[in-house]
């Protein structure tokens, strides 16, 4: 988790992306709010820090492939995202 830095790209296993990195929240990433939508769009959500598989140069790559990572998705409450 210390490799990981503000403005990294999240990618799904499949090489989709997920997200940008915001910051670390603990044991959690941060994602920027600014790509999500509709009802979403003012705030933040999160993943789980158990979900990364790698850190591979500027790109933070999940054990699961995007369509399955965002359905993993947090608020800060730690609620699952109702998408």
Do not use: W
Not at 51 to 62: C, Q, S
């Amino acid at each position: 988790m210390s490799e990981i830095k503000e403005g990294m790209e999240v990618i799904g296993a499949d090489g989709v992306h997920v997200g940008t990195v915001d910051r670390l929240d603990g044991d959690r990433i941060k994602l920027t709010r600014r790509e999500n939508t509709g009802a979403h769009s003012d705030h933040h959500h999160y993943i789980e820090k158990g979900f990364v598989a790698d850190v591979e140069g500027d790109k933070v790559r999940l054990s699961a492939n995007a369509d399955v990572a965002v359905t993993l998705e947090e608020e800060e409450s730690g609620k699952p995202v109702d998408l």
